[in-house]
């Protein structure tokens, strides 16, 4: 059966839940988690996927979840020792500014 692509969601449990086409970028986890810099700051252009790849870190590092079964059969389940030492063991903040307008004033003089 061949796989629909869902285009314009953020959500990577609905993408993985829905079965629909994904590329596979769960190895970002380990990128972040071996480079031990204290702040990354992820730059892309609008539509690029930055959103969609916060979705996919908060199911994964979140205690609150019960994650294993979204990241089964995905490159980063290949990690065992990531998987046992990460997967569902923080607390996690989600903010997202992405439908935030920001009208611009010019104040008279």
């Given at each position: 059966?061949?796989r ?6 953020d959500s990577?449990?609905?993408l993985i839940?829905g ?16 480079n031990?810099n ?17 979705s996919?870190l908060k199911h994964?590092?979140d205690?609150?979840?019960d ?5 089964d059969?995905?490159k ?13 063991k923080?607390p996690?903040?989600?903010?997202t500014?992405k439908s ?8 008279t003089?």
């Open positions: 059966m061949k629909q692509m869902l285009i314009g969601t990577f449990e609905k839940e079965n629909y086409f994904y590329i596979d970028k769960t190895l970002f986890i380990k990128e972040l988690l071996d031990k204290e702040v990354t700051l992820i730059i892309r252009p609008r539509r690029f996927g930055k959103t969609l790849n916060m996919m994964f590092f205690v609150n979840k994650s294993k079964a979204l990241f059969g995905l980063i389940m290949e990690h065992r020792d990531i998987v046992e030492n990460h997967l569902n923080y996690v903040v989600f903010l500014l935030i307008q920001v009208k611009m004033c010019h104040p003089i």
